[in-house]
Structures are given as C-alpha cells and as structure tokens.
C-alpha cells in the first residue's frame, strides 16, 4: 500500500483506503478498483493523493526512472544534490522536491540529446 | 560603512511610492468610497488600467467572459487584490536603471516573478482570501539585493564569487562580509514604503521565518515558495544554492506534500502570462 500522487494513478488500481476531499467528505470507497472517470472526477475535485494496494510511492518513482541512463540520472543526482546540500534532504518536503528536480533535470538532458541527434541524421 | 539604513537613503529613487498607489490605498482603506471611486483612480492611469485589465483575462483567474470596464475587474477581482496587483506591476518601473552587470536584471525578475506566482498558487490552496498579496511578497522578497548590487557592486561581486568558489548560500555569506543581508535591505524598504507589516516581515525574514517570535502565513509561504524556485532553477537573483529549509514554515503552512507537483504544473501554466504583464518590455 502507498499513497500515490494523482497524475499517477491509473485506471485499474485498487484504493486500499477511502478517497477523501479536503474537507473530509469520501468520493470514493476503499477496496474499488479506478476507472479513468474516477480519477477524472479526483481532479476537477481538487484531489491530489491516494492510497492505492499493492504498490508503494518508491516503485512509482523507480519506474518513472528506469528508462533513463545510469549516466544521465547519476549526472542528475550529483549536480541536484550540490544544489541542495544547504537544505535538510530527510525532510519529506525537499526529498519530493529532489526527485522532482532529478526527474525534471533527466528530462531536460534527454531533450537536448534528443534534438542534437535529429541535428545530427537530418 | 554601509549599513541597511544608509543604503535604504541614498536609495533616492526608490524613496517612495507612485501616488497612484497611495491615493489606491486610501481609497480601498476608507469605508466610504465606493467600487466606482477606485475604478475611477484606477482610469486614470491608462498604462496601470491596461495591464490590470490584461490580467483579469489571464490564467490568473480563467474567468468564462471577458472583462472588458475596470469597473467590472473591480467587482469580480475585490478591491484590495487589485491594489496589490497594482502594486506589483508598478514597482518593477522603479527598479529600470538598476545595473546589468552583477546580476542580470531579466535573470533577476524571473526568479522573483516565478517566486511570486508560487507563493500566488500556494496560499490559493489554503484558501487565502487575497492571494495577491503573497503574489507581491513574492515578487519583492529579494529587492534587497538590487539596492545591494547598485550601491555597492565590488562588494557584491565578492559575496557571488566567494558562494560559488565555496558552493555556499549567498544570504550567509552577504551577512559575513557585510553584517546584514539583503532580507534586511528589502525589509527596511517596504517599511519605508508604508507597505503592510505582513508583507513587510515576509520580506525581512524570508530565510529565516522562526525568528518572528509570532507565526506568519505570508513569511512561510513566501520561504518555502523561494526554495521551490531557486530547486526548478527558474532565473535567480544570485543564489546558486538551495536555501535553507525551515521545517516549521512548513508545518504552519499545513499542506500535503502533494501539492507539489500540482503546483508547478500550474506555476508553468501561469509564468509566462504573468512575466508579460510584469515585465511588457521584455515580452
């Protein structure tokens, strides 16, 4: 079980725990498994997280990675973490922030390798 | 010896506010006047009517129809969030003949406007009810350091090559060969500008909320607003280093950590638009 960031979710994942608005009011019950209209209807409520069986936050941001070179996300760590070696990386916060900027820094790597290659062929 | 107050007065061309502003101010302050009388003031600078027209139709607020009268922006904005959004896309005029060569000005404001914006999308999900005043905390948290780069650029120069030879935070090292930094400057400013006590103090003690004594929701958002856009890089006033973060900002601020993503979907959503109607010169 893990709690999941909405633009995450995918239909066919099943809620290990009630869907809950801010204001505490339940959208959806635990045990149901996601339909592409649940999670349509999670965003125009302004819902941003759930908990979902069988998978954890770590394996979703494992696989959002794993088709990215060693290289490119070790150059990515080490440049994000010099920039974050004033701030406390335990804190829950800036640990999300830091795989966002890893995730944010491979990408844009990937881009400009992407755009030098179909320099280079075409 | 330079010291805040020194560089705050010989400052001279930042001494004080547009009057527009201040007759702004007196009129959304006084329970007389009515949303007439403020469209009125506001008409009467058509440079400010446009670009607060400009914005009422921008991602800001994603309003169905057009608003074409600021009498109307008047009524659906409110009269306080349009005072502070006139505040913010006048004060950059002020700042026109700060130099280029310490920091890039374009640099500069990109950071501050995109720190603006993020403090803008975060007190909107806690249902502030003006959320441009942290729009304008945001925007002005670092004018401290265009004050510091104008009046004393050797010293400045310094203090940016000593944080990147060492990768050290440019805040601390401000405070170790000048004695103050530039929260201090800004502060100092906005108190001259008879600016509100929140925003005032949001400035003052961005890097360090805790030392208030009292809590303040415009300070901690403005901090962790500051850290998330010196983290995605988006311009920079000179830091090149994540400041600091105080885990008690974030725990006033009480949000969940997932909001992050959100967020910056919505801060790249509305940056541009609000770059265009800060800075019209550099779109």
Known sequence: ?122 | MWTPERLVKEAKTLSSLPTIYTRLNEAVSNPWSSNRDIAGIISEDAGLAARLLRIANSAFYGFPSKIDTITRAVTVIGTQQLRDLALATSVINMFADMPNEVVSMESFWQHSIACGVTARILASYRREPNVERFFVAGLLHDVGRLIIYSKMPDIACQALEDSQSKNALLYEIEKEIMGFDHADVGGLLLRQWKIPENTVNAVAFHHKPSAIGEFQMDVSIVHIADIITNALQIGSSGEICVPSMDPNAWMQINLPKSILSPSISELKRQYDEAVKFVLPEAA
């Open chain 1, 1 to 122: 079980m893990g709690v999941i960031n909405l633009e995450d979710l995918q239909p066919g994942m099943v809620l290990a725990e009630d869907a809950r608005h801010l204001n505490g009011r339940i959208l959806l019950n635990s045990g149901t498994e996601l339909t592409e209209k649940h999670i349509h209807i999670f965003k125009s409520w302004g819902l941003m997280e759930a908990s979902i069986e069988g998978i954890t936050k770590e394996e979703i941001n494992a696989k959002s990675i794993e088709h990215i070179s060693p290289e490119i996300l070790k150059e990515a760590e080490e440049e994000i973490r010099r920039r974050f070696c004033h701030t406390e990386l335990t804190h829950p916060f800036v640990a999300d922030l830091f795989q966002l900027c890893v995730r944010l820094f491979t990408e844009h790597k990937a881009r400009s390798l992407k755009n030098v290659d179909s320099r280079e062929t075409g």
